[in-house]
């Protein structure tokens, strides 16, 4: 179990009551659910804390510029890619001569 720091919290009555009724229910402790809130805000604003540089710019890992390739399109055919990209074919020149230089 992790190492917890002591801290005073202020919460409305109306908060109080539903965390009590919810620990009722639960018999999960209120410090328990007010840890997760707490995780759950920091989550949130995490781009507002400081921390580890990312290894691709936010702009670019959201923007449309990608370090990826392109999606392949598989709605085209052999056809429509230069012969350079179909490696795997004879050169045209061998293809019209049956294979053979």
Not at 29 to 53: C, F, K, N, S, T
Request: glycine content about 6%; aromatic content about 2%; charged content about 25%.
């Amino acid at each position: 179990m992790r190492k917890k720091i002591s801290t005073t919290i202020y919460v409305t009555p109306e908060q109080a009551d539903k965390l009590k009724l919810l620990h009722e229910r639960t018999k999960v402790p209120v410090a328990v659910y007010i840890r997760e809130g707490i995780d759950l805000v920091l989550r949130h604003y995490a781009h507002m804390l400081p921390g580890q540089l990312a290894l691709v710019p936010e702009s670019e890992a959201t923007g449309n510029s990608s370090p990826r390739p392109p999606d392949v399109n598989t709605t085209g055919s052999l056809l429509d890619v230069p012969h350079a990209a179909r490696a795997s074919e004879p050169p045209p020149s061998a293809a019209a001569a049956g294979g053979k230089k």
